[in-house]
């Protein structure tokens, strides 16, 4: 069984994480350099109100600031509950709100390990004809996009839109340290690329990224835009976000009106 690292070692770890000097994040905390270094040697042990202090100022996620508290001695500080549990009524009833509210466009809520945990009724609809062996939960939004018997097949711009995505999981991978997501990351990459190339996102003089994927209505072309909640308390609130799509033409307006007129019902799970 792993040992827990010493407070004072995740600290540091996370100091240098996000790029900072001791003097850097002592001038961020208000506290000596001397004090900070007493605290990443195991020297001094931190109160349980600088170790969330130093965590604010690292941005450390709320679930790894749990360990800091357990590692410093103290009992962890934020809950996690699952997302149907009563105590999360107005958070799930604010994302089910968002979902249905971009109807006919279509949007969708992951996970911190990009589990898809809602949608609205448009998502099934661009999934239908994909693989059932594909749409089995837990759906992870980044394996449908890029596996060869998911989206990829069908995404105009695939070599651009998979080295998109995987700069985006990198970075998040470099701020949270998350050994799942970094496994993710390797599946992903061993995954069949346009030419070999996974390099970092091409640039070609636009202002944005689009999805662009073939349908049975013409090629459909997003623009995405991600929402999370501003003032979390609860670590499963804090690592959920919300990702929309608006269509980038007319085209495709016109076409997610008329998918979107032809259906009924609507899904709060995965497909």
């Known amino acids: ?32 350099t001397r004090h900070l270094s ?20 690292l941005e450390v996620p709320l679930r790894e600031r ?27 009833q604010a994302v089910e709100l968002v979902l249905k509210a971009h109807e006919p466009y279509p949007a969708l809520a992951v996970d911190r390990h990009w589990t898809m945990v809602a949608h609205n009724r448009m998502v099934p609809l661009l999934l239908a004809d994909l693989a059932p062996e594909m749409l089995v939960p837990p759906l992870n939004v980044l394996r449908l996009s890029l596996h060869p018997q998911g989206l990829a097949p069908r995404i105009v711009n695939l070599g651009q839109w998979r080295a998109h995505l995987l700069h985006r999981l990198g ?8 050994t799942v997501l970094a496994a993710l990351a390797q599946e992903l990459r061993g995954y069949p690329a346009p ?5 970092p996102v091409p640039i070609d003089g636009g202002v944005y990224i689009p999805l662009q994927l073939h349908s049975p209505l013409g090629v459909l072309s997003f623009i995405s835009t991600v929402t999370v909640f501003g003032t979390p308390a609860d670590i ?5 976000a919300l990702e929309t799509f608006f269509p980038a033409d ?3 307006m016109r076409a997610l009106r008329e998918l979107g007129d032809g259906a009924t019902g609507a899904g709060a799970a995965p497909p």
Not at 236 to 240: G, M, R, V, W
Request: no cysteine.
């Open 250 to 252: 007319a085209a495709t």
């Open 195 to 199: 030419g070999g190339d996974i390099e």
């Open 38 to 57: 007493f605290l990443e040697t195991g020297r001094s042990l931190p109160s349980r109100e600088m170790v969330l202090r130093l965590a604010d100022r």
């Open 1 to 32: 069984m792993q040992s827990t690292p010493p407070v004072g070692t995740q600290l540091r770890e996370w100091r240098q994480r996000r790029r900072l000097s001791q003097l850097d994040l002592a001038g961020h905390a208000a506290v000596s």
């Open 236 to 240: 499963t609130l804090s690592e959920l």
């Open 171 to 178: 970075q998040q991978i470099k701020t949270s340290d998350d």
């Open 66 to 92: 749990n360990h800091l508290l357990t590692a410093a001695g103290y009992a962890p500080l934020y809950r996690e509950h699952a997302l149907a549990d009563p105590a999360m009524q107005a958070p799930r």
